[in-house]
């Protein structure tokens, strides 16, 4: 899916939703996000994580492989963990 970064020359604010991703399987649903532009930036992928409750954000540190390599690892590692009720505001305000 590519999603423009602007209409009508304003930025874009784009909402995806996992419909029931698997959270207990360990297997994992993953989105990946990337960039295309004159900026260059890696690629990130987001996965929910339910033993710890978050998301995990992770980035590749393989983009080459050899002609020979039947793998092709890119080495996906996490990077960044947020739970998922981080912002929660205290309700004894």
């Known amino acids: ?13 784009t909402v995806i ?17 990337g960039m295309f532009h004159v900026r260059a930036a890696d690629s990130i992928r987001i996965s929910y994580e339910s033993g710890r409750d978050g998301w995990v954000i992770e980035q590749a540190s393989t983009f080459e492989w050899s002609t020979d390599d039947e793998v092709c690892d890119p080495d996906w590692q ?6 998922a009720w981080a912002r929660e505001k205290p309700t004894d305000l």
Not at 1 to 13: S, V
Not at 78 to 83: C, G, I, L, R, S
């Open 1 to 13: 899916m590519d999603i423009d970064g602007t209409k009508n020359h304003r930025p874009t604010h």
């Open 17 to 33: 939703n996992l419909m029931y991703p698997a959270i207990y399987t360990g297997e994992k649903t993953t989105v990946e996000i």
């Open 78 to 83: 996490e990077v960044a963990f947020v739970k």
